[in-house]
């Protein structure tokens, strides 16, 4: 089983549609969980980290579900702005060690 | 703020030639990471730093490949005798302690090995 495992894409959805990503992980003991954004040819930028409680900001909602092994990235209202590539991340540590995880992402492009 | 930044841009080499990437992270930053991007294979980790301590270097694919932070300032990515198989996108990142804080990217290096 891969590390970290995301939906192959590619989404494509109207301007307007609510999108769902999911994302599994088979470390048991990883810690933190981020989504990150990757626009074409760019770097990886933080989309928003995910706690166990879920986790919302504006049309952007997280959750994460530690017996499953699984964690989710709900867009309201999608935007053409947010067509980008989406990754999920799982971070294991202990100590100085730190790890990141990345899936290899899931490709949405928002149609008008 | 300045971002993590590294350099070259853009690299085009021929294959044998020895190639350097250099990155400078974020002020302050505890830990610099090293990346590889590719269409096939996605984002891998190459190697990480500590206090420029290297911690985890099981990434980096080979001999040719060989990492080094001097200073809290500055880090290089070396690979020596470079590939046609070595073009990818590398990435440096940094980051504060703490498990919560999130890695920041540099814009990356595009190489190209011929």
């Known amino acids: 089983r891969k590390e970290v495992e995301q939906d192959p894409g590619p989404f494509n959805v109207p301007e307007g549609a609510t999108v769902a990503f999911n994302c599994t992980y088979s470390?048991?003991?990883?810690?933190?969980f981020f989504w990150y954004r990757q626009d074409c040819r760019k770097e990886p930028k933080l989309l928003m980290s995910v706690y166990s409680s879920g986790n919302e900001d504006g049309r952007f909602t997280a959750q994460l579900n530690r017996a499953s092994q699984y964690i989710s990235l709900l867009i309201r209202d999608s935007k053409l702005s947010d067509s980008a590539t989406y990754l999920c991340?799982?971070?294991?540590?202990?100590?100085?060690?730190?790890?990141?995880?990345f899936g290899k992402g899931t490709l949405l492009t928002v149609n008008p | 703020d300045a971002g993590v930044i590294q350099s070259p841009r853009h690299e085009v080499t021929e294959m044998g030639q020895e190639v350097t990437l250099r990155c400078k992270p974020i002020s302050g930053h505890d830990y610099l990471f090293w990346y590889r991007q590719t269409m096939m294979r996605g984002l891998e980790l190459l190697i990480y730093?500590?206090?420029?301590?290297?911690?985890?270097d099981s990434g980096m694919p080979e001999d040719r490949f060989s990492a080094k932070m001097p200073n809290a300032s500055f880090s290089t990515l070396k690979i020596q005798p470079s590939e046609p198989r070595d073009s990818a996108v590398y990435f440096c990142?940094?980051?504060?302690?703490?498990?919560?804080?999130?890695?920041?990217f540099g814009d990356g290096t595009r190489l190209s090995i011929l």
């Open positions: 470390n048991s003991a990883s810690q933190s």
């Open positions: 991340v799982v971070a294991n540590s202990g100590g100085s060690n730190y790890k990141l995880t």
């Open positions: 730093f500590n206090n420029n301590v290297p911690i985890d």
């Open positions: 990142a940094s980051k504060t302690a703490g498990s919560n804080q999130p890695q920041h």
